[in-house]
């Protein structure tokens, strides 16, 4: 079994705001880390890395991403386990996760030191199920 989410990734600003997202579209993997892996010990770190990446790629037919492997994208994120969190609720649900530290997408810094840079490095990442339509 693997993690992952179906939910968009809005911002937290402007016309977003009009919308009333399922919470999942601003926590689902900080609440994984945070709550299921920290506070409740249900699965460890370790295990929820590997679903949340490498066992997700391999599952999903996704190839050259979910491990730190030499010719595949690099694709890091740095996180501090004793402190993320989520923070979107069913009534206030633009809220961001806190405790990511940087993140790097095709090897490009896009959050560091828990802010973003402005890059936008990230393509679509299609599955062998893709047909071209």
Request: hydrophobic share 30%; charged share 20%.
């Amino acid at each position: 079994m693997t993690f992952c989410s179906d939910a968009g990734s809005p911002s937290t600003e402007g016309a977003f705001l009009k919308s009333n997202p399922h919470p999942r579209s601003y926590g689902n993997f900080a609440r994984l880390l945070g709550k299921y892996v920290r506070d409740e010990g249900i699965i460890t770190l370790a295990e929820a890395v590997k679903r949340l990446t490498s066992q997700s790629a391999r599952n999903l037919r996704i190839k050259e991403r979910g491990s730190l492997t030499p010719g595949y994208y690099a694709d890091v994120v740095v996180f501090d386990p004793k402190t993320i969190q989520d923070h979107a609720t069913f009534q206030d649900p633009h809220q961001y996760a806190t405790g990511m530290v940087h993140v790097f997408v095709n090897g490009e810094q896009v959050l560091r030191d828990g802010e973003h840079t402005g890059a936008t490095p990230g393509r679509v990442v299609r599955g062998p199920g893709w047909t071209g339509r």
